[in-house]
């Protein structure tokens, strides 16, 4: 590779447009069931050894923790190692070094390194991570599908397509001269902080600034550290040289100190709770005058997601996005569905149909793949989720409808909840749970107006929504009333599925800085354009026409 960076890296060609990657069914009898039930029952048989990676060394150290299926107390799937102060240390030197080759690598050789990924993902690789997505982050096979092969396969082909769209994008130059724009990678590395509910998630946050040219220091969720890893092996695989991507799992206080104090941290990509992105945001502040230059804080937090149905809503297709929005991945998706918001004409069939359905779901270990739920991911989140069960149960005002009954015996299991709610501002309505509940509030059809201020004000997130209506006034109506409400709107759709390339994802007020994962707006929070021009032919003389 050059040793020094190109002065001019838009010249790459036609810009690569990227499709997004085919879902696969794993219907009874197809291939890709057949492989996907081989790697489940090879991953079952023992248990990994997961290592810090550090400028490309695989390192075991004596702090380790075990890593059980959240669906399976008793299914050890891996042990894995925790960085120390030391190892943090160690992988922020590694990433600094790294960064003064990486950063000189053009834009079409760095894409190069992710587009192969792409490609080994969708192949190779593609039923071991669905596989220890659904083992260790209790996921259906749909769920993993559309997570750790396809979503992670287009964030890697279609932050491709941004970045060289991007690069593209140049300044006019008049003659005798030319103007230019380069996108220079941050100076110093990126932190990315990473969630357990997506293993694209986790493979996007690390890879994106990556992509731009920057280096990282990766924590992963304690709980996708099987997953996530088998894609930094996939990496490597691809071409990634040592020390753009250290991984690094462990305490998340002591790695989040070491690294906020150093005064070469350039960047945060995090995606997690809103109290944690909170003081991340205050160590940042409190450590600023000690930096280089000003950090990129990108987040995606909290959500307390909504539904809306107007009374012209096609009640069939409300009770599947319902359904589906709130239960799927059972609820533990920062989209999930959480408040309902249901006309009282509607109320009566909507509620014979969503609680047979309901009534229907199958709920289990994840290796039957007949099941519709899993498990929640760990005791922390099964207790916090009981809590909001027993204040529907205990307290006035709510009524639970379905489920309500959790066991912790042999996996983390939370059933899909409905709760009716008398009251709007009830605490089921306004606070994240991340779990299968769902709060339904019933309101009188005249009230359309209120109700929708009333959606608009009760929460202080805005992350996805959905309304429903076959009147078309009444959908822009909800669209103008509930512009800021949510940065992902869906109408007659439910609130959950954001596709790479099709819908940017991200919300604003409580839920982050919408910094829209999967589009181009998110790349560029990872560059520092420098304007360079040049003259071919400069002035010689000082003085002016209007001197003469």
Known sequence: MSSSAPLFDSAIGPVLKAQNEPVLGYAPGSPERAALQRELESQSQSAASIPLVIGGDHI???????????????????????????DIELAIEAAMKARQEWSRWSLQDR???????????ADKYRQRLNAATMLGQSKTAQQAEIDSACELIDFLRFNVQFAQEIAAQQPNSSRGMRNLTDYRPLEGFVYAVTPFNFTAIGGNLATAP??????????????????????????????????????????SSEISARVFGHPDFAGLHFTGSTTVFDELWLKAAQNLKSYKSYPRLVGETGG???????????????????????????????SAASRAYIPA????????????????????????????????????????????????????????????????????????????????????MQEEIFGPVLSVYVYEDARWADVLRLVDTTSPYALTGAVFARDRQAVQEANGALRHAAGNF???????????????????????????????????RWVSPRTVKEAFLPATHYRYPHME
């Open 60 to 86: 075991d150290t004596r702090a380790r923790v075990d890593l059980a299926a959240p669906h399976d107390h008793g299914h050890k799937l891996a042990t894995v190692s925790q960085a120390e102060g030391k």
């Open 111 to 121: 894409s190069a390194v992710f587009l192969k990924a792409a490609d080994l993902l």
């Open 210 to 251: 990556a992509l731009m040219g920057n280096t990282v220091i990766w924590k992963p969720a304690a709980t996708a550290a099987l997953s996530n890893y088998l894609f930094l092996r996939l990496l490597e695989e691809a071409g990634l040289p040592q020390g753009v991507i250290n991984f690094v799992p462990g305490n």
């Open 304 to 334: 307390k997601d909504f539904v809306l149905a107007h009374a012209s809503a096609d009640v069939e297709a409300l009770a599947v996005a319902l359904l589906r929005g709130a239960f799927e991945y059972q609820g533990q998706k920062c």
């Open 345 to 428: 004409s509607l109320w009566p069939a909507l509620r014979q149909r969503l609680l047979e359905d309901v009534a229907g779901i199958k709920m289990g270990n994840v290796l039957d793949l007949s099941n519709f739920m899993g498990a929640v991911i760990d005791d922390k989140a099964f207790r916090r989720i009981a809590r909001y069960i027993d204040l529907a149960r205990q307290g006035a005002g709510a009524r639970i409808l379905a489920g309500g009954q959790a066991d912790a015996s042999a996996g983390y299991f939370v059933p899909p909840t409905v709760v009716q709610v008398e009251d709007p501002g009830h605490a089921l």
């Open 490 to 524: 869906y109408i007659n759709d439910k609130p959950t599925g954001a596709v790479v390339g099709q819908q940017p994802f991200g919300g604003a007020r409580r839920s982050g800085t919408n910094d829209k994962a999967g589009s181009a707006l998110n790349l560029l």
